[in-house]
């Protein structure tokens, strides 16, 4: 007998496949790899007064821009019911929703997220892991839940091997996912050698078939029956139901397509210009400066996603291996619409895979944000009052690499820094403090971390902290800037001030090359961490 061949048809009919009160799974990531032209067409039928309503969504990380594109298209009161992700931050519409108490809403850790793919598939009843003990990942302080709404708890404590650990709980049975590949064949085997990354389609597409469920499948192409090499097809045609070809997708949502990368050409290093010599290439440089040669580290966003053009300008990118928690290893990470991705990536892997890397301590080093610090070192990327951003994959890098750096301005809300070769001046402080009393929410454990033993600084334009025993301690100050007026002052707690207390180099104010290559080729290899 001849196995069924999925049915390649208009995304309109794709989307009338999904039926009030379905549990959906959407594949993407952040920017990239997103079914867009399905989601569009889901979209367009609610509006239109044909369906669904009440849906729950299951997404890994967040999908789409700031006002448009990918879970924007949800955002409309009646829809959906439940959401469960790994990061919202970008789309505003749709965490109206959210603020505004109309649907359940989960965050958990994006490792999470992806190792609940597994789970679903296989028929486990969820993610056993350290992840998130000490955060309001832990039920004890909120279990994830965004809301008043969101009542029940998925999150539990479980005691094993005399330590405790978290059981991140499967939410159900998928009915449905709408996910997204470059080429299909005939018999549905798909292949993604246009996708930047190539995230959980698998495990997804497997969890809802062994739910008896529906999995279509957005693709770029067709080609015939066989033609594509085995080793590049990703997810094999009995897992498929239904074909929808976009010949226009895009490969993420600012770029069309850039053969490098997927790794089909090779870019110039050339090609990638300095960012521009302000506050927040101060601190990807200072930041920069804490690598090690053979490190292998992750980049967050904002003035972390940065750091990967400070390497290609003072030409040590080859000295490190820079990855991103979607998947990509080696290159030069890239940052806003494009993160995620990387120009010449060296590998491109599951991100399940990339995150039992992380979650193991594989890690060297990593680069991440701040938007609230206080004196117990205990970070807060997530939660501003009514915003509630998410977590993505902040918790599981942080919670298992040995050496962090956390980079943001001491002052937010209308700061103006002058950049000069001398150092910095201060033409308008900010009206927010960064650096508080108390964190408004815990997305990083700073106790948790001096049990460790983790290594931890943090780096700002006009200041370097680091996280000692006694507590955070000042150890640089920027040329230009006073000690207590400018630093002190604007700080909601009193830091201790390092007996050693030095300038900032100068070098991270001057424009051009910071000649870090041959330096940096000294530094002794960072010793690997012992679990």
């Not at 190539?198 to 469920?213: D, F, K, M, W, Y």
Request: aromatic residues 6%; glycine residues 12%.
């Amino acid at each position: 007998m001849v196995a069924s061949r999925p049915r390649i048809v208009a995304a309109e009919e794709a989307a009338s496949l999904i039926q009030d009160g379905d549990f959906l799974i959407i594949g993407g990531n952040g920017g990239t790899g997103v079914p867009e032209v399905l989601i569009e067409a889901v979209e367009r039928r609610f509006l239109e007064g044909r369906g669904p309503h009440d849906l729950t969504l299951f997404h890994v990380t967040g999908l789409g821009a700031t006002t448009e594109h990918g879970m924007c298209h949800f955002a409309h009161r009646g829809l959906v019911k439940r959401v469960i992700g790994g990061h919202y931050g970008p789309q505003v519409p749709f965490m109206a929703l959210i603020d505004g108490n109309h649907i359940e809403a989960y965050n958990f850790p994006q490792g999470v997220m992806s190792g609940l793919c597994r789970a679903m598939a296989s028929g486990q009843p969820g993610v056993l892991t350290h992840v998130g003990l000490q955060t309001y990942m832990d039920p004890r302080l909120g279990g994830g839940r965004m809301n008043p709404r969101t009542e029940e708890q998925l999150v539990e404590v479980v005691h094993l091997r005399d330590r405790e650990w978290l059981l991140y709980r499967t939410p159900g049975l998928p009915r449905v996912a709408i996910i997204r590949g470059t080429t299909a064949d005939e018999d549905g085997y798909v292949s993604m050698e246009h996708e930047a990354t190539t995230r959980e389609e698998l495990s997804i597409a497997q969890a809802v078939r062994n739910a008896g469920g529906i999995v279509i499948c957005q693709v770029e192409r067709l080609a015939r029956r066989g033609a594509l090499h085995p080793q590049m097809v990703k997810i094999p045609g009995y897992l498929i139901d239904y074909l929808v070809v976009d010949p226009d997708q895009m490969q993420t949502f600012g770029t069309r397509f850039d053969p490098s990368r997927c790794g089909e050409t090779r870019a110039p290093l050339s090609a990638i210009v300095p960012d521009p010599l302000n506050e927040r290439r101060i601190m990807a440089r200072r930041a920069a400066m804490e690598l090690r040669p053979g490190d292998v580290v992750n980049l967050g966003v904002g003035v972390s996603a940065m750091i990967p053009n400070v390497a290609a300008e003072e030409g040590i990118e080859e000295l490190i291996t820079l990855t991103v928690e979607a998947g990509v290893i080696g290159g030069v990470p890239g940052h806003a619409r494009e993160f995620g991705t990387a120009v010449n990536p060296r590998a491109i892997i599951d991100q399940g895979y990339q995150f039992d890397f992380y979650d193991g301590g594989g890690l060297s080093c990593a680069f991440l944000s701040f938007a609230e610090v206080d004196a117990q070192g205990n970070v807060n990327v997530t939660r501003f009052g009514n915003r509630f951003a998410g977590a993505g994959g902040f918790i599981n890098i942080t919670q298992n690499t040995p050496s962090l750096v956390f980079s943001g301005t001491l002052t937010g809300g209308g700061l103006d820094m002058g950049v000069g070769p001398d150092g910095l001046t201060l033409r308008r402080e900010g009206r927010l403090r960064k650096f508080v009393p108390a964190v408004e929410q815990v997305s990083f454990s700073g106790p948790l971390a001096r049990e460790k033993g983790q290594d931890v600084t943090f780096v700002t334009e006009r200041a370097v902290f680091e996280m000692t025993a006694e507590g955070v301690m000042l150890t640089e100050i920027a040329p230009g800037m006073r000690l207590r007026e400018d630093v002190l002052d604007q700080m909601g707690f009193e830091p201790l001030v390092s007996p050693s207390l030095k300038p900032m180099d100068k070098r991270l104010f001057r424009a051009g090359p910071m000649g870090m290559h041959e330096e940096f080729q000294m530094r002794a290899p960072r010793p690997k961490a012992a679990r």
